[in-house]
């Protein structure tokens, strides 16, 4: 539970500087600013590997589609000026997205079209995806048919929803906001302080580990011959299981244990297991 701690105060100071949320001390400030293009745009796929895109407020979308070049939209309810519209770079093979212009002091009073900008990033499905860092402090992260070797996101306050993502590595840290996510994920960890989790599995993982201190949990796998190992930590709810799993202790097999290790640490909240049909 001290991970979930740890990760409360990291992500809130880095809230805290990424909008200036401490009296309006901090700041939005990246390298290479002079060189980002502003607005969205059709981007060339050559050399392209990895995507690192830092999100303030409204919705991230990232999503496959059969076009030959990397779209980039950015949508919005009103006008903005120049300095408060979204902006990419290309470099070293990563495409960076940020919010909106560099700026010593970031007012967290920011008008409602800035608050509630939407940015949508289609990536063509034949990219060799080698990785994805999402970093946001108040928005929703939507991913859609996207296969690649790593996720991760960091989040203060959103859901995340994933459907159906491919990936070895899946990494998430938020501290509010539900996480929905269907996928094929090899490796996966979760740490979430506040938020109902979900995670339904297309193939068995090979690991599961969630740390969460308060909302339910909902693990669905698919039926398997070898079945899994599972441990729990829990303070306080209840568990139920679909599966038959003999305990020893805290750890649980079912059938042979198989090559699959689930953990789950939470202080508060239900945890189920639930078999796919």
């Not at 906001?177 to 068995?204: E, H, K, L, P, W």
């Not at 599972?230 to 649980?252: E, H, I, P, Q």
């Given at each position: 539970?001290k ?6 105060i990291t992500l809130?100071i880095g ?11 901090g700041?939005?400030i990246?390298?290479d ?9 059709n981007?060339?796929?050559e050399g392209i590997?990895?995507?690192?895109i830092?999100?303030i407020?409204?919705?991230?979308i ?8 990397i779209?980039?939209?950015?949508e919005?309810?009103?006008e ?5 519209r ?5 470099k070293?093979g990563?495409l960076?997205?940020?919010f909106?212009?560099p ?9 409602s079209a ?5 940015i ?8 060799d995806i080698e990785q994805?860092?999402i970093?946001v402090?108040s ?6 048919d996207?296969d690649?070797?790593?996720i ?10 994933f ?25 996966t960890?979760?740490?979430?302080v ?5 995670m ?5 993982p ?7 201190v308060?909302?339910?949990i ?7 011959e070898e ?5 729990r930590?829990s303070?306080?709810?209840?568990f ?8 020893n ?5 079912y059938?042979?244990?198989g090559?699959t290790?689930?953990?789950?640490d ?5 945890v189920?297991?639930?078999k796919?049909?």
């Amino acid at each position: 539970m001290k991970k979930a701690l740890i990760i409360v105060i990291t992500l809130l100071i880095g809230a805290m500087l990424f909008t200036g949320c401490s009296s309006n001390f901090g700041g939005y400030i990246y390298a290479d600013s002079d060189l980002y293009t502003i607005g969205g745009g059709n981007i060339a796929v050559e050399g392209i590997s990895k995507f690192n895109i830092n999100w303030i407020a409204g919705e991230v979308i990232i999503e496959s589609h059969d076009g030959d070049e990397i779209e980039l939209i950015e949508e919005n309810e009103g006008e903005l000026e120049e300095k408060d519209r979204g902006r990419y770079l290309v470099k070293n093979g990563i495409l960076y997205v940020k919010f909106f212009a560099p700026r010593n002091i970031v007012n967290i009073a920011l008008n409602s079209a800035v608050q509630n900008k939407k940015i949508t990033i289609k990536i063509p499905q034949t990219l060799d995806i080698e990785q994805i860092d999402i970093d946001v402090v108040s928005a929703q992260c939507m991913l859609t048919d996207i296969d690649a070797d790593k996720i991760t996101v960091d989040s203060v306050s959103g859901d995340k929803i994933f459907e159906g993502v491919t990936c070895d590595t899946l990494i998430i840290d938020s501290v509010s906001g539900a996480i929905n996510v269907f996928a094929a994920a090899g490796d996966t960890n979760i740490n979430s302080v506040s938020g109902n989790i979900v995670m339904q599995y297309m193939a068995m993982p090979a690991k599961l580990e969630i740390d969460s201190v308060s909302g339910n949990i909902e693990i669905k796998l698919p039926e398997n011959e070898e079945g899994f190992t599972f441990k729990r930590d829990s303070v306080s709810g209840s568990f139920n299981s679909d599966f038959a799993l003999t305990w020893n202790g805290s750890t649980a097999k079912y059938k042979t244990g198989g090559s699959t290790d689930i953990q789950i640490d939470t202080v508060s909240g239900n945890v189920r297991l639930t078999k796919m049909i």
